[in-house]
């Protein structure tokens, strides 16, 4: 994987000296992505799926190959399985609020999930009065499938977990995961946001019934997520949102929706987002899923390696790189993790996220005040991490 000539394909680093390791978060953009998102607006920017003149027929094709695209990437057999949202969170919330849990029935979770993940099921225990059961990680939060073995019975209605940790970089065995929930006749869903981008996902193989993940943050234009169900699954969920798009005919008192996905997707869509999902999914096909989740290794071993010696640092989660992935979580003995992120931005123009990065229960639980955290792409490289951790030992050795 040539690193070097991947990152002229990226406008904030060829415009900028700054260095942005708030992958997590969202990536940036290549080229490709934004041209696609462009020549929307200056050739067919109508909306799809209602008129049928023929610009509004353009945009209509364009979201089609970008579902196509998708359903390819994924490994999925029928493109009509995928559904865009606006981000991982909303793909989450489809199942939670579509499923038709009643009073008195269990979703099993871990106990260390981002909110897209948490809040809903405790809106839904407060609200319909679900029961809420966790499967408990070990103190860095990684994955116990024993565990799991003991927390899962016949009585849980739904299995849903985060396939990578935000925090942590930790993935779950999501196929066996899987397995061992089928076994007992329960369907999972998956939080996708951290694996996707970084990691080779293919849904006919692991088998899984429904999965959530954001575009955004894997090279795609922001507010764009995708949410992956198998068919007679979807068939059965409840729409989240009402309005036009996904009704066939509606009178004053009835309405008959419309097949998956248009029943997932409400109201106008974000087209242009949209039309840039094929070639970002496309660009990460030529580099290849395999080389990027390789380099993060390489980052990963890389960064620990220089900051290991530097006073006061701490890793958050399990110190093996191999568990990780490309997430960086740590603190400095003494400071605020905001206050480190600010540092490194104003000393170097480097570019982190700070604070709990939405897994509350995570560091709450572990009484911990939150994390910084560096989490790296395709387009970082190794004279980045050794600028950072440069700068994180001239705070050290200045504040700590």
């Known amino acids: 994987m040539d690193t070097e000539s991947l990152r002229k394909d990226f406008p904030p680093i060829r415009n900028s000296d700054g260095i942005y390791f708030d992958n997590a978060c969202q990536t940036l953009k290549p080229d490709c992505v934004i041209e696609a998102m462009l020549r929307y607006y200056n050739e067919f920017p109508a909306c799809g799926g209602r008129s049928v003149h023929s610009m509004a027929t353009k945009v209509s094709m364009a979201v089609d190959e970008s579902r196509e695209k998708a359903a390819e990437f994924f490994g999925g057999d029928d493109p009509d399985c995928f559904a865009f949202t606006k981000n991982c969170t909303e793909g989450m919330n489809i199942v939670a609020r579509g499923f038709g849990l009643k ?3 269990t979703v099993l979770t871990t106990d260390v999930e981002h909110n897209s993940n ?3 099921w405790i809106e839904m225990q407060e609200q319909v009065g679900i029961r809420r059961r966790y499967c408990r990680t070990s103190r860095e939060g990684v ?10 019975s016949k009585d849980v209605k739904l299995v849903s977990v985060g396939h990578v940790s935000n925090v942590t970089g930790c993935a779950v065995p999501l196929k066996e995961i899987v397995e061992i929930s089928h076994d007992l006749g329960i369907p999972v869903l998956a939080d996708g946001a951290q694996a996707a981008p970084h990691m080779k996902v293919d849904l006919k193989d692991l088998d899984v019934d429904f999965y959530s993940l954001s575009l955004h943050k894997m090279l795609a234009p922001s ?3 995708l949410f992956y169900g198998k068919m007679d699954l979807l068939k059965k969920l409840r729409p989240l949102m009402g309005g036009g798009g996904i009704v066939g005919l509606t009178t004053y008192d009835s309405i008959k929706l419309s097949p998956p996905p248009e029943r997932f997707e409400a109201g106008l869509s974000n087209y242009s987002g949209i039309v840039g999902v094929k070639p970002a999914l496309e660009y990460l096909q030529r580099v290849g899923m395999d080389n990027i989740r390789e380099h993060e290794f390489r980052l990963q071993k890389a960064v620990q390696k220089a900051t290991e010696d530097i006073r006061g640092l701490s890793i958050v989660g399990p110190e093996d790189p191999k568990l990780r992935g490309g997430v960086f979580s740590f603190n400095i003995a003494g400071l605020n993790s905001h206050d480190i992120a600010m540092m ?11 604070g709990m990065h939405c897994a509350h229960p995570y560091f709450v639980s572990r009484k911990i005040d939150g994390s910084a955290r560096a989490s790296f792409y395709l387009y970082n490289n190794e004279k980045e991490i050794a600028k950072f951790a440069e700068t994180l030992r001239k705070i050290s050795e200045m504040f700590a």
């Open 103 to 105: 009073k008195g029935d």
């Open 118 to 120: 948490h809040v809903q």
């Open 143 to 152: 994955f116990d499938i024993e565990e799991f073995k003991r927390t899962i």
């Open 223 to 225: 507010g764009v997520g």
């Open 344 to 354: 490194v931005d104003n000393m170097a123009h480097i570019l982190i996220r700070s």
